[in-house]
């Protein structure tokens, strides 16, 4: 099957934001990408006790779902993610699978409170999806700073990697 | 590139190892999962993990007696304490215990990218600690003879003083001891070193070959003889000639090679013109030759030629201590051969090996161990990997000539009649007197 992206939106998320993500696939992984009609976020992926979306469950829910025609989904969605292991992440990928998830909910703010400027947010957006869609080409974090498939703890380090995968990676990827 | 690690997550609730695995299968880490202590530890058993992260709260074994347990039995293998119940005596304890470190779950996902860091580092200085500790090894080898007991200290000083001269070498010792080990280290000490060494075993050709694989042939030097070839003693040509089991050639071949090494020439079979031959020669044998020079078998004037300087092997029973040594050298070896993970050997184990009188020597031990690691069916070899060995012990450890049994039985029965002489005389069905004589001769005494 060739590979065609979908980058859905799951409840309300800025469309230019969703459309910056689909430019930034097709630049970088050379891969059509199309902008899918938005889903609802089904909210029995909400965790009351942590008030914030299972990244997990919301995988299963995006995987009962029919994207026909796309071998590959991107999920955006602008509300906080957690797994049961972590606080919060910022995505959630399956490694070597169809489908990932991003959060715009942590990219709106600077480590030191500060507000970041749009087209900072959208960076961000873009180079998170890009990193999740490189799990899901079965690409693993890596140690190289300047590549996008290195694992970003903070969003200062989001701010550091580059959108681009090191000569490594690229080398890994399917072609 | 990261290095990959083999993990393992123990945690008696899927979702946490699901999370946990997923996560570290971003990085491509090798990964597992285990719901208790137990399985855990039995996962260990099979294989080896470079590091586990461990809940606390589990049913049954909790997950810092599970610490305890890894870090007794695996020293190597680094632990991460995660619980949802942290408290300040849990996370003393679980760092006296030898926890790398101690997460509160849910963390955040730098928090383990920076644990992580950490225990690459320590998994760093592990294999270089193991890098050291391998050319530490080297150090008790000694041209690929294991051994660091007083015998071979004393065997490697003699093998350095006799490899400085080129005079003809005896080496004496038991079957598997390392004869041509010890040969080719005299070889590779000498100034020989960078020319051929060529080993010929001489109990295995018979006559007729062994002479045209020495001397060599002319063409129709004999039937089947359709082209001339050199023969060792020309090819080996100012390198080393070894000559294993030298006691079972013949006397015409004793004969011809006095000759060679007499005045360094010699004739090729069917050929009149002298070739002249330079080598050192190196001979060993487990056979007695001074008796065989008593009883007419091996000619005396040669056996002075070939036992210029006399090295005895020690059998492996004379130096137990480096049994362990050689056990864990033989068990990196099949491991690696096989690809089979078996890298540790229990104490009772070794006692087992030490206990026993190898009359095999060296050469019994490494096939021993080459089953018990072709056959384990886990990474530690115990007893029960040694079983073989022990029903076939006592019979074993039995003296082996008839002098030695006819003593060992003789003393059994007058122990069991607490000397009593008479009656000790009747079960063995020879008089008093004789048996007086017997106990004289050989020296027996009554056992405290």
New interface residues.
């Given amino acids: 099957m060739k590979e065609q992206i979908g980058v859905v939106p799951l409840g309300e998320v800025p469309t230019l934001a969703v459309e910056v993500i689909a430019a930034n696939i097709t630049a970088y992984y050379k891969l059509p990408a199309d902008v899918l009609p938005m889903r609802p976020i089904p909210e029995s992926t909400f965790d009351e006790a942590r008030l914030k979306y299972n990244a997990g469950l919301l995988i299963n829910k995006l995987d009962a779902l029919d994207f026909e025609g796309y071998s590959k989904i991107v999920g955006v969605i602008s509300r906080d993610m957690f797994i049961p292991i972590f606080n919060y992440v910022y995505g959630q990928a399956v490694q070597g699978g169809s489908l990932a998830l991003i959060s715009l909910f942590r990219l709106n703010r600077n480590a030191d409170g500060s507000t970041p400027s749009t087209s900072l947010v959208f960076e961000r957006a873009a180079k998170l999806a890009l990193h999740e869609l490189g799990h899901l080409f079965n690409l693993f974090h890596c140690n190289e700073t300047k590549c996008i498939m290195h694992f970003s703890g903070v969003i200062e380090d989001l701010n550091k990697i580059p959108f681009y995968l090191c000569r490594d990676c690229a080398r890994r990827l399917p072609r | 590139?990261?290095p990959k690690l083999r993990i393992m997550i123990v945690d008696d609730?899927l979702?946490?190892r699901?999370?946990?695995l997923?996560?570290f299968?971003?990085?491509?880490h090798e990964i597992d999962t285990a719901a208790s202590g137990p399985e855990a530890l039995e996962k260990i058993e099979q294989k080896p993990f470079q590091l586990l992260f461990v809940d606390i709260k589990m049913p049954g074994m909790d997950g810092l007696e599970l610490l305890e347990r890894v870090k007794k039995e695996y020293p190597d293998t680094l632990v991460v304490i995660?619980t949802a119940h942290g408290s300040i005596e849990s996370a003393a304890r679980a760092m006296r215990a030898g926890a790398s470190d101690y997460l509160l779950?849910?963390?955040?996902?730098?928090?383990?990218?920076?644990v992580m860091e950490k225990i690459l580092s320590q998994q760093k200085i592990t294999s270089d600690y193991h890098y050291v500790k391998g050319c530490l090894d080297q150090i008790t080898r000694f041209e690929n003879i294991i051994g660091q007991s007083p015998p071979m200290e004393k065997l490697y000083s003699l093998i350095l003083e006799v490899a400085k001269s080129d005079a003809s070498v005896l080496i004496t010792g038991e079957t598997g001891t390392g004869k041509e080990l010890v040969a080719k280290a005299i070889h590779a000490k000498s100034p020989r070193a960078q020319l051929p060494f060529v080993a010929i075993n001489c109990g295995a050709l018979p006559d007729a070959l062994m002479e045209s694989e020495l001397f060599g042939h002319r063409k129709g030097a004999f039937t089947g003889a359709e082209q001339s070839r050199k023969g060792f003693l020309e090819v080996v040509s100012g390198g080393t000639l070894f000559l294993d089991e030298i006691g079972d050639i013949s006397a015409k071949m004793q004969v011809d090679l006095l000759r060679v090494l007499d005045d360094k020439t010699m004739f090729s079979v069917g050929s009149k013109t002298p070739v002249e031959v330079d080598f050192r020669l190196i001979s060993a044998t487990r056979k007695d030759l001074e008796k065989g020079i008593q009883e007419g078998e091996f000619r005396e004037d040669f056996f002075y030629r070939i036992n210029v300087i006399r090295v005895h092997l020690p059998s492996l029973r004379e130096r137990k201590g480096d049994i362990p040594l050689l056990v864990d050298h033989f068990m990196a070896k099949y491991s690696h051969e096989t690809t089979k993970h078996v890298d540790r050997i229990k104490s009772d184990a070794i006692s087992l090996l030490t206990s026993y009188d190898w009359p095999g020597n060296v050469r019994e031990l490494k096939n021993v161990v080459e089953r018990a690691v072709v056959l384990s069916k886990s990474r530690t070899l115990g007893v029960e990997d040694f079983s073989f060995l022990r029903s076939g012990h006592a019979a074993l450890s039995e003296p082996r000539t008839l002098k030695a049994l006819q003593e060992s039985h003789i003393q059994k029965v007058l122990e069991e009649q607490d000397w009593q002489i008479t009656r000790s005389a009747e079960i063995l069905g020879i008089n008093r007197v004789s048996l007086h004589k017997f106990i004289k001769r050989s020296n027996l005494k009554k056992r405290a």
């Fill in positions: 590139m990261e609730e979702i946490v699901e999370s946990l997923y996560w299968r971003k990085y491509g995660i779950k849910p963390f955040k996902p730098e928090q383990l990218s920076l």
